[in-house]
């Protein structure tokens, strides 16, 4: 009768194996990003400064309702992302440091949902370029952001943005791949 019994519930056993409907969950994945290979042009038009950036990146002109002459947005169609560009001429010390202390105060708006932010002081001597590079680390809807100026007559400032929700484990990568684009735009950078 023992026998009987755990003769049937074995059977019972592998029938309930096999007619199993559950489900279980797969971890997100995200899209395979195929990287373009490094290439540069040259910006060179009628504003006050050069430098190079990436072939397949498109320079337009900014669009936007309080635009000025030399701004523009440096659009990466394939990330989906944007650097924002603007140029001030500069007229006063004060204009200056209110021009300085914008830009460190856009990058710390992020401190909400960032991780980290690094600074980096950018100084080239030789050419009278100095600024501060701003690494933002986290969750964030800039990821980069720097300003250059020459002290006395230029002020130069980028922020880097993507048209997606900032997700930073995903959109990592690209922000690596554009951050050397980014960094050769710095390194060539020259005022006219």
């Known amino acids: 009768m023992n026998r009987y019994f755990f003769l049937l519930f074995v059977v019972l056993l592998t029938f309930s194996a096999c007619n199993s409907n559950s489900y279980s969950p797969k971890p997100r994945g995200y899209f395979k990003i195929d990287f373009p290979v490094k290439a540069y042009q ?24 309080d635009t000025q002459p030399c701004w523009y947005n440096l659009s990466f169609p394939q990330f989906n992302g944007r650097l924002h560009l603007t140029y001030y001429d500069i007229s006063s010390k004060k204009e200056y440091e209110n021009l300085v202390e914008d830009a460190r105060t856009f990058a ?82 020259k005022w006219k």
């Open 42 to 65: 040259p910006y060179n038009k009628d504003c006050p400064f050069s430098f190079d950036y990436p072939k397949y990146a498109t320079l337009q002109h900014d669009s936007s309702r």
């Open 108 to 189: 710390f708006k992020h401190t909400v949902k960032a991780n980290a932010i690094d600074q980096k002081i950018i100084n080239y001597p030789e050419k009278k370029v100095y600024g501060v590079y701003y690494a933002i680390e986290g969750n964030t809807a800039s990821s980069v952001q720097f300003f250059l100026t020459d002290s006395t007559k230029h002020y130069f400032r980028a922020a880097l943005y993507f048209n997606e929700r900032p997700q930073y484990d995903s959109i990592q990568p690209v922000v690596n791949f554009i951050k050397k684009d980014i960094d050769r735009m710095i390194s060539t950078f």
